[in-house]
């Protein structure tokens, strides 16, 4: 077993945070790949927007 | 289509039903075409048609029109979780790539004035006025009911005001610094928040500006650079989502 996990009786492995931040992250990189394909007739409005920073 | 036809027809059926039973020329019609037996009670026929009609149309439309409501109602609620968690997400991951994990972020929604009113300050007073409203698994939570700005001729209230009279993304790192023509009342509306962004969002020939996307924070932030190329990709990012999934 990883030094990242640990289990209880019933067997089921509880990630360590420092694990379940990996998973996160890499959910979240999909996510944003994904997520050019899923909008991209929405964000094609703001090919050309002006930024303004005050 | 298919279902307004169903619909429609059921209701049509269930008034035809009354009608005949409060009616005795229908009856009488069918009666000397020998669709319907001489021999019929013809009263107590019409009191059983009628009673039928008054049930269908008095209890079951009534009660499939509530199970309808219902499920929408349900399957709304899921779809807002659904856009919530969406949300968290994506500020999760915009903290990430500004390096502010700590900070909270709000998000306000403004959509001019429509109606008789939005239309005669655009024609006579050349002037639109963007109201706050709330958009369920969007929007975060406002202390105050209301909160409006107004974008005139040569002067646009707020950063939102500005945002639509520029079509413009615009940030800004201190609120305090700048003015931007708000009353006293605004202001202190907007209470501790220093930092925000606002950016439109555009209708689908993306000919006018339906709503202003706000998102602010109470904690004053400088962003070099790079920071200010991730802020801008996430609000472009978190401006689509709203797009494509809010019916402004």
């Known amino acids: 077993m990883s030094s ?29 790949s994904n997520r050019d394909v899923y909008l991209a007739k929405e964000i094609k409005k703001y090919n050309n927007i002006k930024v303004i920073y005050d | 289509m298919k279902e307004y036809v169903r619909i429609l027809l059921f209701s049509f059926v269930t008034s ?23 021999e019929i009670n013809m009263d107590l026929f ?3 048609l009628f009673f ?23 399957q709304f609620s899921i779809f807002n979780d659904l856009l919530a968690y969406n949300k968290e997400n994506h500020f999760k991951h915009l903290k990430e790539s500004i390096k502010e994990r700590n900070s909270e972020f709000s998000t306000r929604i403004f959509k001019p004035e429509g109606g008789i009113i939005g239309w005669w300050n ?22 105050y009911r209301n909160l409006q700005f107004e974008v005139r001729k040569n002067e646009a209230e707020g950063l939102i005001g500005k945002a639509y009279a520029e079509e413009a993304l615009c940030v ?21 928040v220093r ?35 991730k802020w801008e990709e996430q609000m472009i990012y978190y401006a689509a989502f709203v797009d494509k999934h809010i019916n402004i």
């Open chain 2, 16 to 38: 035809l039903l009354i009608f005949i039973g409060k009616n005795k020329v229908p009856l009488q019609f069918l009666i000397d075409q020998d669709i319907v037996s001489e």
């Open chain 2, 195 to 229: 930092f925000c962004s606002a950016i439109p969002i555009y209708n689908n020939k993306q000919s006018k500006i339906i709503a202003i996307l706000a998102v602010d924070s109470d904690s004053q932030m400088t962003f070099d650079e790079e920071k200010r190329k």
């Open chain 2, 122 to 143: 655009k024609q006579i007073n050349k002037s639109v006025t963007l109201k706050l409203i709330h958009l369920e698994g969007i929007s975060d939570t406002f202390h």
């Open chain 2, 52 to 74: 039928t009609g008054i049930a269908v149309s008095g209890l079951w439309i009534p009660i499939q029109y509530a199970k309808l409501k219902n499920k929408t109602s349900a």
């Open chain 2, 172 to 192: 800004d790192f201190d609120l305090t610094s700048n003015n931007y023509f708000m009353t006293k009342a605004q202001q202190s509306k907007l209470g501790n």
């Open chain 2, 46 to 48: 019409q009191t059983w």
């Open chain 1, 4 to 32: 990242q996990q640990s289990s209880n009786k019933s067997g089921t492995a509880k990630l360590s945070k420092n694990k379940t931040q990996k998973i996160e992250k890499g959910i979240l990189r999909k996510m944003v």
